[in-house]
């Protein structure tokens, strides 16, 4: 869609992601962005059925299709392996080798053989191991001295990141905004090109994910670590995860900016009862909703074990999203069960999301506060949902959710890591407790809206390096409407 | 227009050719055209032996985009000139950041010639004299010189001498000719005709797209108004060919582009925001488009006809 353009735009900002269907939160923040005058083009993975050009909002999409940087992939193949081999030529080189902790021939060293013929075939097998080592000594030495500084001015990029990276370098950005990651290698390889700021954008701290193996989270970490630096800002989503990248990289600038919602079609004043126009079977029960993706780390067993402890029977557990993990918890509420109590609801688009959340009495975030950092120090998109929508929170303790619960009296905290405790909060749920909460909700729930958090954005975008040179900052105006 | 201009230079004297390296859906006529990848070697060949100048549009050479015949040509001694007509040379992140207007702010995907800055550097190098179409390209290119495009007045004269077309005088015609909607602010255009649709002005709008340059000339005579681009801020070569043709035409002059002009051209100047004020002003007869109407030729044949283009080309090839 064409639009006029009331002033010249300011800046260009070029977002980096491997998403394919792509983050609320980009989107926030590139609206946001374009708001204040910034020119926003996010390059994103690409899909199937998806356009490679699209313009969302006011957000200029760009898919980077992977397959068309693989058509050179033979010829890429050979040169990773040339590039391979000249790295393990690079390596640092060992230490000189000690005759006491030799091997030889590839085994280590063994008990001397007796005799004057075998000891002298053992001297000469000893000598050629010394002499070959030597020799790999000096190569690695004139390598790791001559030619590695000369070869180190060649990135590691994959093709995909360096797809990505043309296509960055073809926009010519002002700032570069890398969301997570993997795309952080071609932000920095960009920033080296171009001499732009940076801003590093961790929507989770990506090396502590549960279903990444220990091998690849210490690679992930070692990345993180060697890149981060580069990044004139990094960007968590709340204060006690960036306290902890913080104190593990050391980050001097950074700021939070949380997954709050941006929902200005949604009126919170309105009363909505959208479950209930859709199942009948539902009228006259207590909802307790779960929204989002549904998988293992998300407790969801528990909470369907914990609906068979439960004797109210005016209680009624939604599990709404997506996921392949829906079909076992459906097996498993058969089980138990509970089939008439625990209700699978398909996911909902994002522009009906809010009136359904709206539609329940109480959200439930159980999140395990026993898995990884990730889940532990959580602020996930569902608790902004549910205050948007005004919807009463019950929720494990987990730090940051029961923080904002708790201080703003927006629900209840119990222990949700235990089946009878569970079972104990759900049959405590009292509806005169749950209108009070709506009343606080009302009241105090702006302040976790995106309106607030857009504000944080901004003010890290402006205390970025030659944000604030003359004639940069403010937008022309047009004299002629 | 290369067509064009060597027809012109030829009737001077001069054995001009015109190349086109890649097929035209306008179907511009050019002297020699080339189809496949080994023809066009081939000709690269025989041209470099066979021309003394070359005049290359379109930020390509007789190999295309790639360039890689340029420095060649300059060792031999040949003389080159650049003629830069929009997207191969225009700084689009500049433009969008510069101007409240600008074709670049909605262009999306990006339609810039990949090759822009190697072609920049090429025309900085190695071009004697750097020719652009329009005013606002020449602070992309320091010392380039406005060289405005060339109508082709035989067809147009042609067409003229062919019987006028029926016309519903209860009827307000608009044409346009978009090669890129995005560019050429078509939408804006659009919205504006429908507003005034729904309002009950007697207005159609013509869009011509994707017709030989020919069929497309023959259409434009039957309109009352035509609406050329709105958002680069100089008008192009539809809005030239239309004053020769005597139709009033509406463009986006961006006011510091004007001065560039050897005299202010005959066209209503109007914008995105603009654009529904002036069309109900053309409807409504409160704008004039008589005067308009009989100032068009006559600024076409000074400014746009080949001959004095030519002339002024043969007179940098001189130099």
Redesign the interface.
């Known amino acids: 869609m064409n639009r006029v353009h009331p002033y010249a735009l300011r800046r260009r900002v070029v977002m980096l992601t491997t998403d394919v269907m792509i983050d609320r939160r980009i989107l926030h923040e590139g609206e946001t962005l374009a708001g204040a005058g910034y020119e926003v083009i996010l390059l994103a993975g690409s899909g199937a059925a998806l356009p490679t050009h699209e313009i969302l909002g006011r957000v200029k999409v760009h898919r980077v299709d992977g397959a068309a940087y693989l058509r050179f992939a033979p010829l890429a193949r050979f040169g990773i392996r040339i590039r391979d081999r000249v790295g393990r030529l690079m390596r640092p080189p060992p230490a000189f080798p000690d005759a006491r902790a030799s091997t030889v021939g590839g085994q280590s060293r063994k008990p001397l053989p007796l005799g004057r013929q075998a000891n002298r075939a053992f001297e000469a097998r000893l000598v050629l191991a010394w002499g070959l080592r030597a020799l790999r000594y000096v190569t690695a030495k004139v390598f790791h001295g001559c030619v590695r500084p000369l070869l180190s001015r060649v990135d590691r990029l994959s093709l995909l990141e360096r797809g990505y990276l043309s296509e960055g370098l073809f926009y010519r950005p002002d700032i570069i905004h890398v969301h997570d990651l993997p795309m952080l290698a071609v932000g920095v390889a960009l920033k080296a090109r171009l001499h732009v700021p940076l801003v590093y954008d961790m929507h989770e701290s990506y090396p502590d994910q549960p279903r990444l193996t220990p091998r690849l989270r210490r690679r992930l970490r070692r990345l993180e670590r060697k890149h981060i630096g580069a990044a004139d800002v990094a960007i968590s989503v709340n204060d006690l995860l960036l306290e902890v990248i913080r104190a593990r990289y050391q980050l001097k600038r950074c700021g939070v900016v949380q997954n709050a919602v941006r929902a200005p079609q949604f009126d919170p004043e309105r009363r909505y009862d959208r479950f209930r126009a859709d199942y009948p079977q539902l009228q006259g029960k207590l909802l307790i909703l779960f929204q989002g993706y549904i998988a293992p780390e998300r407790n969801l067993e528990m909470a369907v074990h914990a609906m068979a402890r439960v004797r109210r029977t005016d209680l009624v557990l939604l599990i709404m999203g997506y996921g392949e993990y829906a079909q076992t918890l459906e097996e498993l509420a058969d089980a138990q069960g509970v089939t008439d109590r625990v209700l699978l609801v398909p996911a909902k688009p994002q522009d009906e999301l809010l009136s359904y959340s709206a539609s329940a009495d109480v959200g439930l975030i159980p999140y395990s506060t026993r898995r990884d950092l990730n889940t532990r120090l959580a602020s996930p998109n569902k608790l902004y949902e549910f205050i948007k929508a005004r919807l009463p929170i019950l929720t494990n303790r987990l730090p940051f959710v029961e923080r904002v619960v708790t201080q703003w009296g927006f629900g209840t905290v119990a222990d949700l890591d235990d089946v009878d405790s569970f079972a104990g909060a759900l049959e405590g749920i009292e509806r005169w407790q749950l209108s009070a909460c709506r009343e606080r909700l009302a009241r105090d729930g702006w302040r976790f809206a995106w309106e607030q958090e857009e504000a944080h954005l901004l003010k890290l975008y402006e205390a970025l390096p030659g944000q604030s040179e003359p004639g940069a900052a403010v937008p022309v105006t047009l004299a002629r409407q | 227009m290369a067509g064009v201009l060597a027809r012109a230079q030829r009737a001077l004297g001069v054995d001009a050719r015109s190349y086109c390296d890649q097929a035209n859906h306008f179907q511009y006529p050019a002297d020699y055209t080339a189809s496949s990848t080994s023809e066009r070697l081939a000709k690269a060949l025989r041209f470099a032996r066979q021309f003394d100048v070359f005049h290359f549009y379109f930020g390509r050479s007789l190999l295309g985009a790639s360039l890689l015949d340029v420095r060649p040509l300059a060792l031999l001694g040949k003389k080159i000139f650049f003629h830069f007509c929009g997207c191969d040379i225009r700084d689009e992140?500049a433009t969008?950041?510069?101007?409240?207007?600008?074709a670049c702010?909605?262009c999306?995907?990006?339609l810039c010639s990949?090759n822009r800055d190697q072609a920049r550097a090429a025309a900085e190098r190695f071009g004697r004299v750097n020719f652009v179409s329009t005013p606002d390209l020449l602070e992309f290119l320091p010392r380039a010189v406005l060289m405005p495009q060339a109508v082709d007045f035989e067809l147009v004269e042609r067409i003229m001498r062919e019987p006028a077309p029926r016309r519903d005088p209860r009827r307000f015609v608009i044409v346009h000719a978009p090669t890129n909607r995005?560019i050429k602010?078509t939408?804006?255009l659009l919205d504006a005709v429908a507003r005034l649709q729904a309002l009950h002005y007697p207005v159609e709008l013509s869009l011509i797209e994707n017709r030989s340059h020919a069929d497309a000339v023959r259409l434009y005579r039957a309109a009352d108004l035509a609406v050329d681009q709105l958002l680069v801020g100089s008008y192009g070569q539809f809005a030239a060919e239309m004053m020769a043709l005597g139709v009033p035409t509406i463009a986006y002059l961006r006011p510091d582009l004007v001065s560039h002009y050897a005299e202010e051209p005959p066209l209503i100047n109007a914008?995105?925001?603009?654009l529904e004020t002036v069309l109900r002003n053309c409807l409504e007869g409160r704008q004039d488009l008589g005067p308009l109407k009989a100032a068009g030729p006559s600024f076409a044949r000074r400014v746009h006809h080949p001959e004095p283009l030519a002339r002024r080309c043969l007179e940098a090839y001189a130099a």
Request: a positive charge.
């Open positions: 992140k969008t950041h510069t101007y409240s207007v600008s702010a909605n999306f995907p990006k990949p995005q602010g939408q804006y914008d995105p925001m603009t």
